[in-house]
């Protein structure tokens, strides 16, 4: 596996190889290779010939307040991992020539930003999009893989796929998960051994409302409710939100009709340690949205 | 030379040729053309294989007060033209497929962008910002053409190829004039008689401060003055602006240096129709800023 450190060698390396007519697949990451990351970059390999997984954790995606600084990174071991996994090519740029002095522009998807992560989160999907088309136009892909457990980011890359004229195939992959649940995350390493037991609560949240989905709710706050409940059950969780939205548009209307695909969202804090976690579900159909009332 | 509408058959066209190994011209225009674009795609054809002119009238650097429905169109000509010049495909996207419902996705270069033609008209660059990624993306140039009277324009898109990590070359071509000093622009045809006589203003004033610069002048201040004294000759003209400034940052010291490369721009009403002319210089070495004072 070649390892690559500058913008414009990589740029060249990725022309050269698309030039023999071969397919290149990007898997975006901030390092600390996990699990979840590998079942990324083994996708890649099976859609993809030239397998380049990015490492950058991307100051621009962080808030003033937010973990930059502490980011956990593993360059010996994420350059194994990634080599095991069939990674062909790590792109391991430099901050300073990411964001030379006097790098002034933002790429930003505006609306589906708006809320959750976005609200919570100011500025951190206009860095998510900038380091994105940076990164595509840096590797010419034409496949990129990302993972579900960052569910509105998917929606933000695939906007910003199709708005900008990008002509890659954006593929996403499940979210891996832990024996009990918990979604894995470069993050679950700064859990206590407390907060890692209750961690789970997340995923069983998910859990109870897609079964109560299933059952026949349809009303969006009462599904919230679910989620929240079972998150309560643990004194030290701080939720963030635990919110049921329209897969596609992320909007919320009160009641969700027989056939709408569903997100469920959740944030929450274990002591200082933010996790998201997510699942898709959707509406049954053959019940009547009255039943809901 | 071939017409393409559909985004996706563009860039189909221009990663097959790309894989053949040539290279690629892009020169964007909003149509209309006249001999500026044509001297641009002479340009692009001496400097590349296949010579791409884009014509898109771009709703988005309009500001709503502005004259987007009335700006002037001539497909016919503009076809004949461009191919006469050596172009081998013109590139006329549809605006609902450029912009389709749901398209949220805002490129925006900060900083440069917030005087001159940005202050005067908001939103401006940010179109100009998203429609040239968009066009980068669709037609996977090797080379872009554009012309030097858009100055501002220009470093906004230098800004954007470095910031994004983009691999094209910029080529920043001259201001064609006509016989008087008018620099040729679509917009000049909405000009009346008495308002055309008028518009060498522009030109005059800018030769003025270079004449001036030249002969010592080094303050700001009296360099401004002397490009309104010559516009202010027609009663009818408005000024929106006639500055100099640093050619490469656009920042306006009190006082020049002797080496600074200087830009001096003017963005002036005629009537209603809006005029915008730049000029670059430099400082003259050997003299010192004291003698200015």
Redesign the interface.
């Known amino acids: 596996m070649v390892v690559i450190n500058s913008?414009?060698e990589m740029?060249q390396i990725a022309?050269a190889y698309?030039?023999t007519?071969g397919k290149i697949a990007v898997v975006p990451t901030m390092g600390f290779l996990h699990q979840g990351h590998l079942s990324l970059i083994n996708k890649a390999k099976e859609e993809a010939d030239f397998v380049i997984t990015s490492l950058f954790v991307n100051p621009r995606q962080f808030a003033p307040n937010e973990d930059y600084d502490k980011y956990p990174r593993n360059m010996g071991s994420d350059s194994e991992l990634a080599a095991a996994a069939g990674s062909d090519c790590l792109f391991n740029p430099n901050a300073l020539e990411m964001y030379?002095i006097?790098?002034?522009?933002?790429?930003?998807?505006?609306?589906?930003t708006a809320k959750f992560e976005g609200a919570k989160r100011p500025g951190h999907f206009d860095g998510v999009?900038?380091v994105v088309?940076?990164l595509f136009?840096?590797t010419l892909p034409d496949i990129a893989v990302f993972g579900q457990k960052d569910y509105q980011q998917i929606l933000v890359v695939k906007?910003?796929i199709?708005?900008?004229?990008?002509?890659i195939e954006l593929i996403v992959a499940p979210t891996l998960r832990q024996a009990d649940g918990l979604a894995m995350s470069s993050r679950n390493k700064y859990l206590s051994d407390t907060d890692r037991q209750s961690s789970s609560l997340l995923f069983l949240a998910l859990e109870d409302a897609r079964k109560a989905i299933a059952a026949g709710m349809m009303q969006r706050k009462v599904i919230n409710a679910v989620m929240h409940k079972r998150l309560r059950q643990a004194a030290s969780i701080k939720i963030d939100y635990a919110c049921a939205a329209l897969a596609n548009s992320l909007h919320e209307p009160d009641i969700f009709l027989p056939g709408d695909d569903i997100v469920l969202l959740i944030a929450a804090y274990l002591g200082k340690t933010r996790l998201i976690d997510n699942a898709l579900t959707t509406i049954p159909k053959g019940k009547s949205p009255l039943a809901a009332l």
């Open positions: 913008i414009k740029r022309a698309k030039s007519g030379a006097g790098n002034t522009t933002k790429v930003a998807v505006e609306g589906i999009a900038t088309a940076k136009n840096a906007r910003l199709e708005d900008l004229n990008y002509d």
